[in-house]
Nanobody, 125 residues
Framework: VQLQASGGGLVQAGGSLRLSCAAS????????TGWFRQAPGKEREFVAA????????KYADSVKGRFTIARENAKNRMFLQMNSLKPEDTAVYYC???????????????????WGQGTLVTVSS
């Protein structure tokens, strides 16, 4: 199983980025998938997650109204559209998948079986 995150980069505050996560070796259609991030010197934190149906999206309070998670099951891909970016959004962003779609708490990183390598997002002020 491999998850490949991409789309990170350097952007000014107020700007936008779109992250992508491509999955292989996994029955993606039945997975709960999510995004987490880790800023320098901080613990990894939940950003957003979505059930395999494409519904029941969950967001961290800090990104609600600015970030949108989506997935394209037919192509084994997930996305995170990030708008109105702030310097505090600077972090390495990781995509994750729960293989069987059984995660009870989508915001709990312990519920996820597979992780991508991360993509760096830097927001300048």
């Amino acid at each position: 199983v491999q998850l490949q995150a991409s789309g990170g980069g350097l952007v000014q505050a107020g700007g936008s980025l779109r992250l992508s996560c491509a999955a292989s070796g996994l029955t993606f259609s039945f997975s709960t998938t999510g995004w987490f991030r880790q800023a320098p010197g901080k613990e990894r934190e939940f950003v957003a997650a979505i059930r395999w149906t494409g519904g029941n999206a969950k967001y961290a309070d800090s990104v609600k109204g600015r970030f949108t998670i989506a997935r394209e099951n037919a192509k084994n891909r997930m996305f995170l559209q990030m708008n109105s970016l702030k310097p505090e959004d600077t972090a390495v962003y990781y995509c994750a998948a729960d293989a069987l779609g059984t995660a009870q708490d989508m915001g709990n990183d312990a519920e996820y079986d597979y992780w991508g390598q991360g993509t760096l997002v830097t927001v300048s002020s």
